[in-house]
């Protein structure tokens, strides 16, 4: 089945030369098998590592998202109309993957629905905090923008809702999106945080920028 | 993606229903009824698998929604 793409950029992690990318809607059998085959022996390896050494314990939060079974909840949710999955191909690799929610409402705006980043992932190789130097930046920021376009193209103003794992926390933030702190409901008590339709429309200014 | 268009008959009680809950969500009736259709798929996959539909209020009583 042929999905729908969009043409994007990332930036080079060495040259900082723009390059260019495709962020598809649905993620495919290949995506799945990149995840299964090339992040996660990174993933678990870094997680070992950190574990081995529990002085460097603060890797151990570095791969906080190396359990997500990302076959298992495409395939779950495939038929769901509640779900849409992106991800982002550049150099024949899988580069990031986003599972949205779409039936959760807004803290902000009581009431009013909101796009609910239920899991977004980055290859482990262009994360900063994995790697000297990331091979590609800005994959995070593509995914989270289609976020906040999904939001507009299905009437919900921009809205976008999320829990964060710990280290995620600051990025949000830059994001300028609001913290309603660390929320009992969820387990591990993570931090929700929210964008407001506001936020949502000078984010979409910057990038177009 | 391939959109679909079709004619939705609609009786002035349903019509006056989708235009009170459009205005409430702030949202066009094409994606209320999109998000009604969600919800309700959500819905019938946890039923179908067993799972059972229950409001909660501020005593935290439970009542079960039986879906017919």
Known sequence: ?209 | MTIRTMTLNLSEAEMEVLETLSRKKTLSKTALIKQALRLYQAIEMRIDRGEKLFFEDDKKDKSELVLV
């Open chain 1, 1 to 209: 089945m042929t999905r729908p793409y969009y043409n994007t950029y990332l930036t080079d992690g060495t040259t900082y030369a723009l390059i260019e990318a495709t962020l598809f809607e649905g993620i495919s059998d290949v995506n799945l098998k990149d995840h299964k085959e090339k992040w996660l022996p990174l993933l678990l390896g870094a997680r070992q590592e950190a574990n081995a050494r529990p002085a460097q314990g603060q890797h151990v939060a570095r791969v906080e998202d190396a359990h997500w079974d990302w076959s298992r909840k495409v395939k779950t949710y495939r038929v769901s109309l509640s779900h849409r999955h992106f991800a982002v191909e550049c150099a024949a690799d899988t580069q990031g993957l986003m599972q949205l929610e779409l039936t959760h409402r807004s803290r902000i705006d009581p009431g009013q629905h909101l796009i609910y980043i239920d899991l977004l992932s980055v290859a482990p190789w262009n994360r900063k905090k994995l790697v000297e130097r990331p091979r590609l930046i800005g994959v995070g920021s593509v995914l989270f923008t289609q976020a906040v376009g999904t939001s507009l193209e299905e009437g919900f103003s921009g809205r976008v809702g999320l829990h964060s794992l710990p280290t995620s926390a600051d990025w949000y933030r830059k994001q300028r999106m609001q913290s309603f702190g660390p929320d009992p409901a969820y387990p591990s008590g993570l931090e929700y945080f929210e964008m407001s339709p506001d936020e949502a429309e000078k984010h979409i200014q910057r990038v177009s920028e």
